[in-house]
C-alpha cells in the first residue's frame, strides 16, 4: 500500500499522526493497519468516551461479554478485562512501529478510570495494575492533569511507567506537567530504572478551548470580541510549544532535564494536540491541524479529521516555533475585551473529567445490562 501524499508530508515535517479511535472491529478488520499503511498512523489514543462508543455498537464483544457473564463476572471486571485486551492487541499491532521508532512512536493509551481523577492514591494504583494487566512496552497510561493528577503523573512515572497527561488546558498547568515527568524521571533514575526507556506525552486540548472562549466572546457581542473568535486555541498551543521549548529544547529552564538526558538518556515529553477535531463548521477542517505543525510533536485525530487531511490538507512548514509572541498578544487581546482566562480553564477542566466520567457510567451501565441479559437473568 502507498502512503497519502499529505499524511506522509506531515509525518516528515515532525508530527507524529496518531488516531483518536480504537475498536475491536477496527483491530480485526485490519483497518488498523492500514491506517499505519496508508496515512502514516504511528499510534492510538482512547478514552472513556471512545470505549463507551465501541462496546455499544455492533456485536464484536458479544461472545466475550458471554464468557464473562458464564464467569461470573462483576461490571468493573468486565470492563477492565474488555478494555485491556482491546489495547493490548492494538500494541502488538503498532510493534513494527514501536520497534522502527526505538519507542518513540507505536503507542497506545489507556485511561485510568476517570472516577479517579481527584484521587492521588487509587490513580497510582490502578496505573500499575493497567501497565501490568496489558503487559506491554509500547503502553501509555493517561493520567488527567488535575491537581491530583500531577504527584500520580511523578509517582507512575518513578515506577518506570511510561504516561500520556491528559485534559491539559493552561500553559500554567503544562508547566507543572513537565515538572512531574522530570521530578518522576529523576527519582526513576534514582531508583535504578533505566530512563531512556521511559516515554510521555502531554495531551494539550485544543479545539475546546475555542469552543468555550467563542461562546464567551460571542456573549460579549463587541466587534473587538467577535474578531477574536477561533484564535484561542491555536494561540493557546503555540504558547505551550514555547513552554515546551524552554524545558526540553535549550531554554532558560533546561538544565534538569539536560543532567537527565546526559546521565540516563532521558526523553522529551512531547507535547500531544488533543481535541483536534474542528466543532465549528465555519472554520477550516484541518485548522487544528496545518495551524500545529513543529518537530516532536504528535496530533492525536478523529478519523474524520485525519481523512480531511489526506484529502485536502496544506503544508504552510513550521506553525509553532518562533509564533509565542503573536500568540501572547491573541492573549493579550482576550483579556482586554474581558475573558477570564482562569475561570475558563477551570470550567474546561472541570467538564472535561465530567464528561469523561459520565460516559464511562454510560459503560458500566451498558456492561451491566449486557452481562445481565448474557447470564440470562
Known amino acids: 500500500m502507498t502512503q497519502n501524499t499529505n499524511t506522509a508530508a506531515l509525518s516528515a515535517a515532525g508530527v507524529s499522526v496518531w488516531l483518536d479511535d480504537l475498536s475491536r472491529d477496527r483491530i480485526k478488520s485490519g483497518n488498523l493497519k492500514d491506517l499505519i499503511e496508508t496515512r ?15 462496546l455499544s455498537k455492533g456485536h464484536a464483544y458479544d461472545e466475550q461479554v458471554r464468557e464473562l457473564a458464564g464467569r461470573g463476572a462483576d461490571v468493573d471486571s468486565a470492563i477492565r478485562t474488555i478494555t485491556t485486551d482491546d489495547v493490548r492487541a492494538a500494541c502488538d499491532v503498532f510493534a513494527d512501529v514501536f520497534a522502527a521508532s526505538k519507542g518513540v512512536d507505536g503507542r497506545v493509551s489507556i485511561e485510568v478510570d476517570p472516577r479517579l481523577a481527584f484521587d492521588t492514591d487509587g490513580t497510582v494504583a490502578q496505573a500499575i495494575e493497567l501497565w501490568k494487566i ?11 492533569a488535575t491537581e491530583a493528577g500531577l504527584p500520580a503523573i511523578t509517582r507512575v512515572i518513578a515506577e518506570g511507567i511510561s ?3 491528559t485534559l491539559i488546558f493552561s500553559v500554567q498547568r503544562y508547566v507543572s506537567v513537565m515538572g512531574a515527568y522530570l521530578d518522576g524521571l529523576r527519582n526513576a533514575h534514582n531508583d535504578g530504572h533505566d530512563i531512556a526507556k521511559i516515554h510521555s506525552v502531554a495531551s494539550f486540548f485544543v479545539s475546546r478551548v475555542d469552543s468555550e472562549i467563542d461562546k464567551r466572546l460571542e456573549a460579549l457581542g463587541t466587534e473587538e470580541a467577535l474578531a477574536l473568535r477561533g484564535k484561542a486555541g491555536i494561540a493557546n498551543a503555540r504558547l505551550a510549544y514555547a513552554a515546551y521549548q524552554d524545558i526540553f529544547e535549550g531554554g532558560a529552564h533546561t538544565d534538569l532535564y539536560a543532567k537527565l538526558a546526559a546521565a540516563g538518556g532521558a526523553n522529551r515529553q512531547r507535547p500531544l494536540w488533543a481535541s483536534t477535531g474542528v466543532k465549528n463548521p465555519d472554520y477550516p477542517d484541518t485548522m487544528y491541524i496545518t495551524e500545529l505543525v513543529g518537530p516532536n510533536t504528535v496530533n492525536t485525530l478523529p478519523e474524520k479529521t485525519l481523512e480531511a487531511f489526506a484529502d485536502h490538507g496544506v503544508l504552510q512548514g513550521d506553525r509553532l516555533a518562533g509564533l509565542a509572541g503573536e500568540a501572547q498578544q491573541v492573549f493579550d487581546a482576550l483579556v482586554a475585551a474581558g475573558i477570564d ?33 448474557a447470564g440470562g437473568n
Do not use: H, Y
Open 341 to 373: 482566562l482562569d475561570d475558563v480553564f477551570a470550567v474546561l477542566e472541570t467538564e472535561g473529567v465530567d464528561k469523561f466520567v459520565t460516559s464511562w457510567q454510560d459503560l458500566l451501565d451498558a456492561t451491566a445490562e449486557q452481562l445481565r441479559v
Open 40 to 54: 502514516n498512523v504511528v499510534g492510538v489514543t482512547t478514552n472513556p468516551t471512545i470505549f463507551q462508543g465501541a
Open 163 to 165: 504516561v500520556n497527561v
Open 134 to 144: 496489558v503487559d506491554r512496552p509500547n503502553l501509555l497510561i493517561k493520567i488527567p
